[in-house]
Structures are given as C-alpha cells and as structure tokens.
C-alpha cells in the first residue's frame, strides 16, 4: 500500500475491527460504570448526613434530658431542705420542752450555748446542702451543654455531607469518563478514517 492511499475500516483484520468495537463498547461502559458509582457515593453520603442529622436529634434530646433532670436534682435537695428545717425545728421545741420541764433557765449560760451551738450546726448543715444541689445541677447543665456543643458539631458535618451530596453528579462523571473513552476510541480507529478526502 502506498502512503498516499486511504485506509479505512475495511481495511483493518477481523481482529482490528474487534479492537475498535471493545474500544466503543469499553468506551460507553466505562461511562455506565461512572454514573453508577457516583450514583452510590452521593447516596452514600446522603446516608452519612441522615445518619449524623439523626446524632444531632439524639444529643438535643439527651440535652433537654439534661436539663429537666437538673430541675428534679433541684426540686430534690429543696425537698430535702424543708425536711431538714421541718426536723431541725422539732428537735429544738422538744429541747426547749425538756429545759422548761426541768425547770433550767433558756437564754442564759450552757442553756444559751447549746442553742447557739445548735443554730451554727443547723447553718453550717443548710450551707452543705445548698452547696451540694449546685454542685450537682451544675453537673447536670454541663452535660447537657456538652450534649449541645455535640449536636452542634453533628449539625454542621450533617451540613457538609449534604452540600457534598449535593455536588456529586452521576452525569458529569459519566460524561467525563465517555469523553475519556471516546477520546480513546478515536485514537485507535485507522488514520485513513480520520481524515476528509
């Protein structure tokens, strides 16, 4: 053949024209490949955004859990309270009944300090108590603010796989990978046909 002449597809064996054929086949299915496979990323990080919106649910929940239960831990230790004072009131009018049955003098020397000893004991228990309930709702509120910051780091990772779902294009990578492959496909098809007579 000279060089001058024009090869075209007739020219090519049996197994060149197979060439060319797997390489369009190969061509239009790596393009279906394509599509498919970014079809299952972005529902795939569709799921991962539901699964951490569902996170950020769960930890808004658990943080108003939070905050009732430092509301009953409350309500608690002021229940505790009145019982206290309530007691602490009864034991003192019977000791003042004791006094007076046996005829001791209130008000005056180990009778006056008893009492006062007995007024410190009580203050210094009402201290404790009220340091322990804000200690303990103050614990409660901290995790429920936890409990928030998390929601809030699951709400914006929820944010972001979504826009990233969202910017996922089955079509655009499927076209890319035909553009791909028909480049491929033109590149192995005889030269003769490539050129205008």
Same mark, same amino acid.
């Given at each position: 053949m000279a060089s001058s002449e024009r090869l075209g597809w007739s020219d090519l064996s049996g197994l060149g024209?197979? +060439?060319? =054929?797997s390489s369009g086949? +190969? %061509?239009?299915?790596?393009g279906i490949g394509a599509f498919y496979a970014a079809s299952a990323e972005k529902?795939?990080? #569709?799921? @991962?955004? @539901?699964?951490l919106e569902h996170k950020k649910d769960m930890a808004l929940f658990n943080m108003r859990m939070k905050e009732s239960q430092a509301r009953h831990i409350s309500k608690m230790y002021n229940k505790q309270?009145? =019982? %206290?004072?309530? #007691?602490?009131?009864q034991m003192k +009018? #019977? %000791?003042r009944a004791s006094f007076a049955a046996r005829g001791i003098q209130m008000g005056v020397g180990s009778t006056k300090d008893a009492f006062v000893s007995d007024e410190i004991m009580k203050e210094l228990d009402k201290i404790t108590m009220n340091s322990n309930k804000v200690r303990a709702?103050?614990?409660?509120?901290?995790?429920?603010?936890g409990l928030g910051i998390q929601a809030s780091q699951y709400g914006v990772s929820a944010s972001n796989m979504f826009a990233t779902a969202s910017s996922i294009s089955p079509f655009m990578n499927m076209s890319s990978s035909l553009l791909t492959g028909s480049a491929n496909f033109v590149s192995s *098809?005889?030269? +003769?046909? *490539?050129?205008?007579?």
């Open positions: 024209q197979y +060439g060319v =054929i086949f +190969g %061509a239009l299915q790596g529902y795939k990080t #569709k799921s @991962l955004a @539901l699964s309270f009145q =019982i %206290a004072t309530v #007691k602490h009131g +009018g #019977k %000791a709702v103050s614990n409660k509120r901290l995790e429920g603010v *098809l005889p030269e +003769g046909m *490539l050129r205008d007579s």
